[in-house]
């Protein structure tokens, strides 16, 4: 099962790319992450692993599995049943502009149980994330 938000941001693919790709200061922009904590150090790259806390949810360790800089980055979370993929991916729009995709996806023996549980929360998470890099670009 996947979820995804998709909005048009008034920033050129850098500025979001780079507020985007600094995952431990998302807190700042977004109330549905409380803190992440990178497990190495240096830019984000395949292989890197975070450890995210959200409200209402788990902490969860997700891996990069996934990296086009200054485009996309793709990480995964496994637990017991479930595999959780998140994609981040910013596209360049005419004049400087720039369009985020957001999605969740949730798969495994009881990923499609845990996607419909957590439904209407992760659609309110995807579009709060949103919301908040597109209003920490535009400043």
Partial sequence: ????????IAAVPVRVWEVLSDVESWSQW?????????L?????????????SQPRLPETEYLVTELDPGR?????????????TARHEVEP???GASRLRLSVSQS??????????YRGLTERYLANEANGLKARCEQ
Avoid: C, H, Y
């Avoid at 977004?30 to 990178?38: E, P």
């Avoid at 190495?40 to 995210?52: F, H, K, T, Y």
């Avoid at 495994?108 to 549980?117: D, E, I, N, P």
């Fill in 1 to 8: 099962m996947e979820q995804s938000i998709t909005v048009d």
């Fill in 93 to 95: 729009l005419p004049e």
């Fill in 108 to 117: 495994g023996v009881l990923g499609s149980v845990m996607g419909r549980f």
């Fill in 30 to 38: 977004t109330a549905t992450v409380t803190s992440v904590r990178r």
């Fill in 72 to 84: 996309s980055f793709t990480w995964v979370a496994t637990g017991p049943g479930v595999l959780t």
């Fill in 40 to 52: 190495d150090e240096g830019p984000l790259r395949v292989g890197s692993r975070a450890r995210i």
